[in-house]
């Protein structure tokens, strides 16, 4: 295969990248001088050696493999309360709102409508054993559902609420959702922080 062709097929492969943005993408690198297409590629090996996944909250941060990321290994960290957010992205955007300070769960992807099987990207085993020994460990008080305002995120709210509902019962902790100051239709990676902290003051 072509080099342009198969490198546009890999950049095709990004969120949202088409095949005319892909090979934009191409021709970009190919008019960049050989020391910066060297250190992106280089950037990009990094991401493997270098970035590792939390094996509590599975967030991707810089550190040691089997390490805890820093808002887990924190002792300040309110363990009483988890938060559940479906990618980095969106706890990325929480954290910045600084109206958060407890611990968090990446969920890895939203339940689809259309089907009632378990995608494999979705946690929910680590999620129940995460949950399961928070409460015995911290008193988990708290489950807060913190997924974008549209069809799929609903979905996956009811989908996390009916699984957890026998650990709920169990620890008499509480699950609660993001409440008014999304809107409908709102991607959570990209609500501004006035909007997050009014989700987050009105959970129910």
């Known amino acids: 295969m072509d080099p342009i062709d198969k490198l546009s097929q890999y950049f095709k492969e990004f969120p949202g990248i088409g095949e005319r943005q892909a090979k934009r993408f191409v021709y970009f690198l190919l008019h960049k001088n050989p020391s910066y297409v060297k250190e992106l590629g280089d950037s990009i090996l990094d991401l493997k050696n270098i970035i590792h996944q939390c094996p509590s909250c599975f967030l991707f941060f810089k550190g040691e493999h089997n390490q805890l990321c820093d808002v887990c290994k924190n002792p300040k960290t309110d363990k009483t309360s988890l938060l559940i957010v479906e990618k980095d992205a969106d706890y990325e955007n929480i954290k910045r709102s600084k109206n958060y300070s407890g611990m968090y769960f990446i ?17 929910l085993k680590e999620l129940l054993s995460i949950i399961e020994i ?19 995120g609903e979905n996956t709210d ?8 026998g650990l709920e019962n169990k620890y ?4 609660v959702s993001l409440g008014r100051g999304l809107s409908t239709g709102t991607e959570l990676e990209y609500s501004d922080g006035e909007t997050i902290k009014n989700a987050l003051k009105n959970r129910s």
């Open 134 to 152: 928070r409460s015995k460990d911290f008193n988990l008080k708290e489950v807060i559902i913190a997924l974008s305002l549209n069809p799929q």
């Open 107 to 123: 969920l890895g992807g939203l339940a689809p409508i259309v089907t009632k099987e378990t995608p494999s990207f979705l946690r």
């Open 172 to 175: 008499n902790f509480k699950i």
């Open 158 to 165: 009811m989908y996390i609420r009916e699984k957890l509902s």
